[in-house]
């Protein structure tokens, strides 16, 4: 039954974006395989889930090399780890840099590294970074997770040019403002230390949004889907804006 579904291997997919990207390959036929340090709460049909904190290249390497060898193929690697952090450059120590360097972009790079031999050997395969908003656009307060988003936007770039020869294409999803976990998260950090009320705060970041809402995880998610199938199969190299506008300002 593996060898009859395609393959998709997706970090961090156990909340938000990822759960999301998770449930959109499963319901399109897809075998999932969700590189995680936390376990769904409920598993998407035909998806399983692989204890792995993929800050730690070799960890993921393994991960992806033990997904080959099980299914004998892998069709698309969705790149979804990562962590969020609000502070400018004079805030951020070097451990923090670290850390959020290491989830963020090393994650992407290991998985990214780890696939590329067994799409090469298939002849093809589709893989998306998710970046941000802040791929194309600076924000206040935003110094190392901005950094790793335009990491990210640039290994999308130069690996679709690289590989385009084996018919491997290498794009980025940047979502703007989405409703998550990490959004509420975030946006309860900043009310604890503001004392500001969350349910203003909420209607103001939906009204910063040029379309007037904020974004919903399986916005992002079908457009992951469609850059990995076959519908576009002439989409390589390039960063799609899921923002509601906000970048168009």
Same mark, same amino acid.
């Given at each position: 039954m593996t060898?009859?579904?395609?393959?998709?291997?997706?970090?961090?997919?156990?909340?938000?974006?990822?759960?999301?990207?998770?449930?959109?390959?499963?319901?399109?036929?897809?075998?999932?395989?969700?590189?995680?340090?936390?376990?769904f709460?409920?598993?998407?049909?035909n998806?399983?889930? +692989?204890?792995?904190?993929v800050s730690v290249?070799?960890?993921?390497a393994?991960a #992806? !090399?033990?997904?080959? *060898?099980k299914? &004998?193929?892998i069709?698309a690697?969705?790149?979804?780890?990562?962590?969020?952090?609000?502070?400018?450059?004079?805030?951020?120590?070097?451990?923090?840099?670290?850390?959020?360097?290491?989830?963020?972009?090393?994650?992407?790079?290991?998985?990214?590294?780890?696939?590329?031999?067994?799409?090469k050997?298939?002849g093809?395969?589709a893989?998306?970074?998710?970046?941000?908003d802040?791929?194309?656009?600076?924000?206040?307060?935003?110094f190392a997770?901005?950094?790793?988003k335009?990491?990210?936007?640039?290994?999308a770039?130069?690996?679709?040019?690289?590989?385009?020869?084996f018919?491997?294409?290498?794009?980025? +999803?940047?979502p703007?403002?989405?409703e998550?976990?990490?959004f509420?998260?975030? #946006? !309860?950090?900043?009310? *604890?230390?503001? &004392?500001?009320?969350?349910?203003?705060?909420v209607?103001?970041?939906a009204?910063?949004?040029?379309i007037?809402?904020?974004?919903?995880?399986?916005?992002?998610?079908?457009?992951?889907?469609?850059?990995?199938?076959?519908k576009?199969?002439?989409?390589t190299g390039?960063?799609?804006?899921?923002?509601g506008g906000?970048?168009?300002?």
């Amino acid at each position: 039954m593996t060898e009859q579904h395609p393959v998709c291997v997706v970090t961090g997919g156990s909340l938000g974006i990822g759960l999301a990207v998770c449930e959109v390959f499963s319901s399109n036929g897809y075998k999932v395989v969700n590189l995680d340090i936390r376990d769904f709460e409920t598993a998407p049909l035909n998806s399983e889930w +692989v204890d792995c904190d993929v800050s730690v290249v070799a960890n993921v390497a393994r991960a #992806i !090399d033990q997904v080959a *060898a099980k299914y &004998g193929r892998i069709d698309a690697l969705v790149c979804n780890a990562g962590m969020h952090v609000s502070a400018t450059i004079e805030e951020t120590d070097e451990t923090l840099l670290d850390k959020i360097f290491n989830l963020n972009v090393k994650g992407a790079y290991g998985a990214i590294k780890a696939t590329l031999p067994v799409m090469k050997k298939q002849g093809a395969g589709a893989i998306v970074v998710m970046g941000s908003d802040q791929s194309f656009v600076g924000k206040r307060n935003s110094f190392a997770y901005g950094l790793t988003k335009s990491a990210l936007a640039s290994v999308a770039k130069t690996t679709a040019l690289d590989y385009a020869p084996f018919n491997i294409r290498v794009n980025a +999803v940047c979502p703007g403002t989405i409703e998550t976990p990490l959004f509420h998260n975030a #946006i !309860d950090k900043y009310v *604890a230390a503001s &004392g500001a009320n969350k349910r203003e705060v909420v209607k103001e970041e939906a009204a910063a949004q040029p379309i007037g809402r904020l974004g919903q995880p399986e916005d992002v998610a079908e457009l992951t889907y469609f850059l990995c199938s076959e519908k576009a199969s002439f989409i390589t190299g390039s960063l799609h804006a899921v923002d509601g506008g906000y970048t168009a300002q």
